[in-house]
C-alpha cells in the first residue's frame, strides 16, 4: 500500500516474505542481510532495546548496499539505538535508493547519530541516493528523537538526499512524520 502513489497497485508486505524483527538480535541481523539483499523487506514485531549494542545502519553508500526494500515498523519503537562515523550516512537506515519504502516506526529516547563528513545523519534515514530509475524514496509515520551530531547534512527524519542535477522525475517524500 502506498498513500503518495494511489496508482501504484497494493502491496501487502507479508506477501515479500519479509524478515521478522522481534529482538536486538534480529534487528543486527537484519541490517547484514540486507549487505547481501538490499530489496530485502522487513517487519518489526516488538518494541527493541539497543542500549549498549553496536549498531550498524542498513544500508551503506557502497555498490549493490543501499537499502531497496520496504520496511515497516508497525507502530514500534526502537530505543537505544546509536552510530557515529566520520564519513559514512547513519542512523536507522545509513544510504537508501530509490525505491525504498520505509513507515510506521519510532526512534526514541536514548538514541544518537553523529556524522563528522559529508554525509548526512538522520534519526531513520542518513542518505537518500536517487539515481536514473527505480522509483521514489517514500518514509512515512515515523519519528525520532534521536540526538543528531553533524558538520554538513543532518536532520530529525532524513539527513541527506543526493540527486542528480539533471534528475527531475525521481523524488524523496518525506509524510506524517
Same mark, same amino acid.
Given at each position: $500500500?502506498?498513500?503518495?502513489?494511489?496508482?501504484?497497485?497494493?502491496?501487502?508486505?507479508?506477501?515479500?516474505?519479509?524478515?521478522?524483527? @522481534?529482538?536486538?538480535?534480529?534487528?543486527?541481523? $537484519?541490517?547484514?542481510?540486507?549487505?547481501?539483499?538490499?530489496?530485502?523487506? !522487513?517487519?518489526?514485531? %516488538?518494541?527493541?532495546?539497543?542500549? @549498549?549494542?553496536?549498531?550498524?545502519?542498513? =544500508?551503506?553508500?557502497?555498490?549493490?548496499? +543501499?537499502?531497496? !526494500?520496504?520496511?515497516? =515498523?508497525?507502530? +514500534?519503537?526502537?530505543?537505544?539505538?546509536?552510530? /557515529?562515523?566520520?564519513?559514512?550516512?547513519?542512523?536507522?537506515?545509513?544510504?537508501? +535508493?530509490?525505491?525504498?519504502?520505509?513507515?510506521?516506526?519510532?526512534? !526514541?529516547?536514548? /538514541?544518537?547519530?553523529?556524522?563528522?563528513?559529508?554525509?548526512? %545523519?538522520?534519526g531513520i534515514v542518513g542518505e537518500?541516493?536517487?539515481?536514473?530509475?527505480? =522509483?521514489?524514496? $517514500?518514509?512515512?509515520?515515523?519519528?525520532?528523537?534521536?540526538?543528531? /551530531?553533524?558538520?554538513? +547534512?543532518?536532520?530529525?527524519?532524513? !539527513?541527506?538526499?543526493?540527486?542528480?542535477?539533471?534528475?527531475?522525475?525521481?523524488? %524523496?517524500?518525506?509524510?506524517?512524520?
Amino acid at each position: $500500500y502506498n498513500v503518495f502513489d494511489p496508482s501504484k497497485p497494493d502491496v501487502k508486505i507479508e506477501d515479500l516474505n519479509p524478515f521478522s524483527i @522481534d529482538s536486538a538480535d534480529k534487528l543486527i541481523a $537484519y541490517s547484514q542481510e540486507v549487505e547481501k539483499n538490499q530489496f530485502l523487506c !522487513g517487519i518489526l514485531t %516488538a518494541d527493541i532495546n539497543m542500549t @549498549d549494542r553496536e549498531w550498524t545502519p542498513i =544500508g551503506k553508500d557502497e555498490p549493490n548496499k +543501499h537499502f531497496r !526494500g520496504i520496511f515497516d =515498523g508497525r507502530g +514500534h519503537k526502537i530505543i537505544g539505538l546509536t552510530s /557515529s562515523s566520520p564519513d559514512k550516512a547513519v542512523g536507522l537506515f545509513g544510504t537508501v +535508493h530509490a525505491g525504498a519504502e520505509i513507515r510506521n516506526v519510532t526512534i !526514541g529516547e536514548g /538514541s544518537s547519530f553523529s556524522c563528522e563528513g559529508n554525509a548526512g %545523519a538522520g534519526g531513520i534515514v542518513g542518505e537518500v541516493k536517487i539515481g536514473w530509475t527505480w =522509483g521514489n524514496v $517514500y518514509i512515512e509515520n515515523c519519528g525520532s528523537h534521536a540526538n543528531i /551530531s553533524v558538520n554538513r +547534512h543532518g536532520g530529525g527524519i532524513l !539527513g541527506h538526499g543526493d540527486v542528480p542535477d539533471n534528475n527531475t522525475n525521481i523524488r %524523496a517524500f518525506v509524510n506524517n512524520c
